[in-house]
């Protein structure tokens, strides 16, 4: 499980990064920095098989990154799509082999710095961490390559005039706390709760949706918000599978 999270805190550290200041290479670089030096110096992954697994995970989340702006500019989606899901199906068939998280995390969690904490191992803290963490930004970045890709909206036209997203105010705020309230409810074992978080962003949306005058219009923000919004639930939801919860 080790290097399932690490792969995740890569890519999601690469794309808050990129939301926090849009640069080339350099978020995408912090991304596999934060891997490597979080597996090597945090969690003592230093055998052979881990330090080849961080070396993958570093190509992986600078190619992510390069591969986002790639999709965004120059309406490539599905590339970044392929190599993500790739690099978790494989993650996932290999984790067997890695070695159980230890180290500073380890020796840290011992000391029992919360009760919220008691009991949980370093590598499931450091999988709990690594959700979160997708859901803040990376589930954004998934959003948005999933419309491009299925056409739901142009990247070329993202900010402009025809991009939802300037009409549906927020969404880029409320995306990433909706997601951790899902991920939430589900650590806490409490899942159908989420149901109705997902009710109410509908009804919350629908006058906003009908109170366009443009039938097509109407079509076309629906479409964007359905297919958004259920690429949306389905991150915090894939993370409580990779959790095991």
């Not at 969690?43 to 330090?51: A, K, S």
């Not at 705020?173 to 509908?202: C, D, N, Q, W, Y």
Request: aromatic share 4%; proline share 5%; net charge neutral.
């Amino acid at each position: 499980m080790s290097w399932i999270a690490l792969l995740m805190v890569g890519v999601a550290v690469a794309d808050l990064g990129h939301s926090v200041r849009p640069v080339r290479i350099v978020p995408e670089c912090l991304g596999a920095g934060a891997a490597v030096l979080l597996g090597v110096g945090l969690c003592d992954l230093t055998g052979l098989r881990d330090v080849l697994a961080l070396a993958v995970i570093a190509v992986v989340v600078l190619a992510w990154g390069h591969t986002v702006r790639q999709g965004f500019g120059r309406n490539r989606a599905s590339l970044p799509l392929a190599l993500i899901g790739v690099a978790f199906a494989v993650a996932v068939v290999v984790a067997p082999a890695a070695s159980p998280a230890g180290g500073l995390l380890e020796d840290w969690l011992a000391r029992d710095p919360l009760p919220v904490l008691d009991g949980l191992s370093a590598d499931r803290v450091l999988a709990l961490a690594a959700a979160f963490l997708v859901q803040l930004s990376t589930g954004n970045v998934l959003v948005r390559l999933v419309l491009a890709a299925t056409g739901t909206v142009n990247p070329a036209k993202v900010g402009g005039i025809d991009d939802p997203e300037t009409q549906l105010k927020g969404g880029r705020l409320l995306g990433p706390m909706e997601r951790v309230f899902i991920l939430g409810l589900g650590l806490a074992g409490h899942l159908t709760a989420a149901s109705i978080v997902i009710a109410a962003k509908g009804l919350l949306r629908f006058p906003e949706l009908q109170s366009k005058p443009d039938q097509a219009r109407i079509h076309h923000l629906t479409e964007y918000f359905l297919v958004g919004s259920f690429v949306s639930w389905l991150v915090p939801l894939g993370s409580l599978v990779l959790l095991g919860t």
